[in-house]
């Protein structure tokens, strides 16, 4: 089995599920999205609007 690409199933399975052999039906799909610290992003935005903020001044 590969993780999110392939699954062994059971027969007993696809009859619970109305005979659907849909893949999403049994692969879960791979959670990708990214992980962001709030807390650092906050951080740099606030160091940004310092620095824009002392631009514009000039």
Same mark, same amino acid.
């Given at each position: 089995?590969?993780?999110?690409?392939?699954?062994?199933?059971? @027969?007993?399975?696809? +009859? #619970? *599920?109305?005979?659907? !052999?849909?893949?999403?039906?049994?692969?879960?799909?791979? @959670?990708?999205?990214? +992980? #962001? *610290?709030?807390?650092? !992003?906050?951080?740099?935005?606030?160091?940004?609007?310092?620095?824009?903020?002392?631009?514009?001044?000039?």
């Amino acid at each position: 089995m590969i993780a999110h690409f392939t699954k062994l199933v059971l @027969d007993a399975e696809i +009859v #619970v *599920n109305d005979y659907n !052999l849909s893949v999403s039906s049994y692969v879960e799909q791979e @959670d990708i999205r990214e +992980v #962001v *610290n709030i807390k650092k !992003l906050n951080a740099e935005i606030k160091q940004i609007v310092v620095w824009e903020t002392e631009c514009a001044k000039r």
